[in-house]
Nanobody, 127 residues
Framework: VQLQASGGGLAQPGGSLRLSCTASGFLLGDYGIGWFRQAPGKEREGVACISRSGLSTNYEDYAKGRFTISRDNANNAIYLQMNTLSPEDTAVYYC?????????????????????WGQGTQVTVSS
């Protein structure tokens, strides 16, 4: 089982990036998936998550209206579209697989509900 986050890079304030989470060894469509981030010197925090069905999503307050999580089961991928980026969004972004018992998007920012994490992708927002 492996997860891989990609798509990070350098963006200007107000710019956009789209992160991808891909998997091997399992189908992303069989699990709820979440995006988290960790800035230097800070704890890992939730960003957004999507239920196993893809019908429900959840966002932390700072991500609402700017970020969009989506599924692409045909390509076994989860995306995080990030718009209107600010320097405060600079962090390493990780995708994680929720334990099978957690099919819905509720409580999805509890790290203990995840069983696998991918290596992160660096997002830097700077002019």
């Amino acid at each position: 089982v492996q997860l891989q986050a990609s798509g990070g890079g350098l963006a200007q304030p107000g710019g956009s990036l789209r992160l991808s989470c891909t998997a091997s060894g399992f189908l992303l469509g069989d699990y709820g998936i979440g995006w988290f981030r960790q800035a230097p010197g800070k704890e890992r925090e939730g960003v957004a998550c999507i239920s196993r069905s893809g019908l429900s999503t959840n966002y932390e307050d700072y991500a609402k209206g700017r970020f969009t999580i989506s599924r692409d089961n045909a390509n076994n991928a989860i995306y995080l579209q990030m718009n209107t980026l600010s320097p405060e969004d600079t962090a390493v972004y990780y995708c994680g697989r929720r334990r099978q018992a957690y099919a819905l998007a509720s409580r999805c920012f509890s790290i203990s509900t995840y069983d696998y994490w991918g290596q992160g992708t660096q997002v830097t927002v700077s002019s």
